[in-house]
């Protein structure tokens, strides 16, 4: 498929689990993002990628989140002992250039994290 | 700081009429950029239309249109001859020159296309 692909879908978790969100952007996409979005709200942005390069990381919650796009492709959201209130859909998004206001952000599907 | 203002929690609309729904938007950059979203039940954003500070005419894409008043900080999606298949949660969204890579999101509108 040629858009932005997330897995898991689905994730449920217990609260203390470390929990990791994958992201496939769409080829050839130097930018990729993560954001969070919680129940009835708009996204929130949480990092930014550019390449390889973790260029604003300001939008992570707490040092329990890690991002990581080691090879500029693929790209991983790792949270470290889930808490209840990281229960969120978690979005990625990729576009094709570099800090340009018409670039557009391709979103993929979203992987929803449930914390019990 | 960014904001996206929708004032909309919910809107309804006959099938093959026209719906706008309302966004404000606040920042102190004089480039930006403004784009709206359609949040389907399966949860994908979807790009829809994309307005630039600078561009002197209203954007349109297929059925959907922005009526964009930046002296009011307004830049309201219009859809026209709605679907059934246009209910969905709609973001306006703003890029700006200050942090010009991540996008700010209002809290959306629901609209229901009733048939």
């Known amino acids: 498929g040629a858009g932005v692909s997330q897995s898991p879908r689905y994730k449920v978790a217990k609260r203390g689990q470390d929990v990791a969100l994958r992201c496939d952007p769409i080829s050839g996409h130097v930018s990729l993002f993560w954001y969070q979005q919680a129940l009835g709200q708009g996204p929130e942005f949480l990092t930014y990628?550019?390449?390889?390069?973790?260029?604003?990381k300001s939008g992570l919650p707490s040092d329990r989140f890690f991002a990581e796009r080691p090879e500029g492709s693929v790209s991983t959201l790792k949270i470290q002992r889930t808490q209840q209130e990281d229960s969120a859909v978690y979005l990625c998004a990729s576009s094709l250039g570099v800090l340009a206001l018409t670039d557009t952000q391709y979103f993929g599907p979203g992987t929803r994290l449930t914390v019990l | 700081a960014q904001k996206i203002t929708q004032t909309q929690p919910g809107m309804f609309v006959q099938e093959k009429e026209a719906v706008t729904l309302d966004c404000t938007y606040d920042?102190?950059?004089?480039?930006?950029?403004l784009f709206w979203y359609k949040q389907p039940s399966s949860g994908e954003m979807i790009f829809l239309i994309y307005?630039?500070?600078?561009?002197?005419q209203n954007a349109t894409e297929g059925r959907y249109s922005l009526n964009f008043q930046k002296a009011r900080k307004s830049a309201n999606l219009v859809i026209s001859a709605s679907q059934l298949g246009d209910s969905a949660m709609y973001f306006c969204?703003?890029?700006?020159?200050?942090?010009?890579?991540?996008?700010?999101f209002g809290k959306g509108t629901l609209l229901t296309v009733n048939p």
């Open positions: 990628f550019q390449n390889e390069a973790q260029l604003d």
């Open positions: 920042t102190s950059d004089q480039s930006y950029g």
């Open positions: 307005q630039g500070s600078y561009d002197e």
């Open positions: 969204a703003i890029r700006s020159g200050g942090s010009n890579y991540k996008l700010t």
